[in-house]
């Protein structure tokens, strides 16, 4: 059985202050959910909050990561310092990183085997664009983004990958993808992975949908039988709504 993991992607929200009070109105419910829960929040926000989240079940991520460990990488932050800090998890690859900032499947793939290496959870994200779903491609590009993604990576280190499946055209665009499409593109990408690792990899990593999540859909995403949980952007900020999501991830 796979634990659910819910995931709040703060983006460019939230100061510090304002992050640790989310927090700490967020960590009762998260203390007993039966999910895992996880903060991302933007590398400034960082140590406060992994102060706030100590000693409750809220771990904190960032929301991307460099692939080099140190050198000339002005603005960059590395593996090391993350795990310094105590961050546990690190989002690589999301959509708007892909689009504004020219992240590839190379530099996604460079930063998934660097966290593996400093014991950060990357949670990769993948995705198809409203054109590709409308052409009949996104199948094969999430494929290929997938299988790049994980390129050169054991099937040891593979099972710790987290995948999360955001389809670009339902991002902050309030239109969720239906249950069931959610569900098929989760259990595709599980395909791929036992094409790639095998079933014991395949029933081991755990796969989020995400995008347009919220407190009234999330029950309905999370009773599908190959979502294991979200990535919640906009939702994510309000502490009620987190909370009613992280409650049906714990009743899923
Ligand atoms: P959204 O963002 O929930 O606001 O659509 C999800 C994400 O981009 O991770």
Redesign the pocket.
């Known amino acids: 059985m796979r634990t659910k993991l819910i ?1 709040g ?1 703060w ?1 460019m929200n939230n100061t510090p202050s304002q992050g640790v009070a989310l927090i700490n109105e967020i960590k009762e419910t998260a203390n007993a959910a039966s999910c895992d829960v996880v903060v ?1 929040t933007p590398y400034i926000c960082l140590p406060a909050a992994v102060q706030a989240a100590n000693g409750s079940k809220i771990a904190v991520s960032a929301e991307n990561m460099h692939f080099e460990d140190k050198g000339a990488f002005t603005g960059e932050i590395s593996a090391a310092m993350l795990k310094e800090v105590g961050v546990t998890y690190t ?1 690589i690859g ?3 990183r892909r689009e504004y900032f020219a992240e590839t499947d190379k530099t996604v793939n460079l930063k998934t085997i660097k966290a593996l290496e400093n014991d950060i959870v990357p949670i990769v ?1 993948v995705g198809e664009s409203l054109e590709q779903r409308e052409s009949g491609v996104a199948f094969d590009f999430i494929a290929m983004q997938v299988k790049l993604a994980l390129n050169g990576i054991s099937a040891e280190d593979a099972k710790k990958v987290v995948i ?1 499946y ?1 389809p670009i055209w ?5 239109k ?1 993808a239906t249950d069931e499409q959610a569900n098929e593109v989760c259990a595709f990408i599980r395909q791929q992975i036992t094409a790639l690792y095998g079933t014991d990899v395949a029933d081991t990593m755990r796969i989020l949908y ?5 407190a009234g859909n999330a029950a309905g995403l999370l009773a599908q039988s190959d979502i294991d949980g ?7 900020l309000k502490a009620p709504d987190f909370c009613t999501i992280i409650n049906a991830a714990t009743n899923a």
């Open positions: 995931a992607n983006k991302c989002v999301h959509s708007e994200c999360a955001e339902a991002i902050g665009t309030g969720t995400g995008g347009s999540m919220n979200g990535l919640i952007g906009g939702a994510s």
